[in-house]
């Protein structure tokens, strides 16, 4: 399994990115795929998913700011932000499970300028 995030970057503060992970294989066929992010210091927690049965969590800190797509067609996860704030500033992974084991991408970077 590899997975490639891109389109992170640098943005003011209440601006939007939009980050997308590359899957390899058919993304349909993982038990379960979301985004996490790690600021300096902190440990990595996790942003958003998708729940086995198909439905979305988020964390609260970006409840009703980000939203995380999937298209089966390209095989990509995406993760729609809005109204970004400095303390979103951190490098934000893919994570997938498939059969039990976890992978990682290699993260993007994110930074949102006061």
């Known amino acids: 399994v590899e997975l490639v995030e891109s389109g992170g970057g640098l943005v003011q503060a209440g601006g939007s990115l939009r980050l997308s992970c590359a899957a390899s294989?058919?993304?349909?066929?993982?038990?379960?795929m979301g985004w996490y992010r790690q600021a300096p210091g902190k440990r990595r927690g996790l942003v958003a998913r998708?729940?086995?049965?198909?439905?979305?969590f988020y964390a609260d800190s970006v409840e009703g700011r980000f939203t995380i797509s999937r298209d089966n067609t390209k095989n990509t996860v995406d993760l729609q932000m809005n109204s970004l704030k400095p303390e979103d500033t951190a490098i934000y992974y893919c994570?997938?499970?498939?059969?039990?084991?976890?992978?990682w991408g290699q993260g993007t970077q994110v930074t949102v300028s006061s």
């Open positions: 994570n997938a499970f498939l059969s039990g084991l976890g992978y």
């Open positions: 294989g058919s993304i349909s066929s993982y038990d379960m």
């Open positions: 998708f729940t086995e049965d198909g439905n979305t």
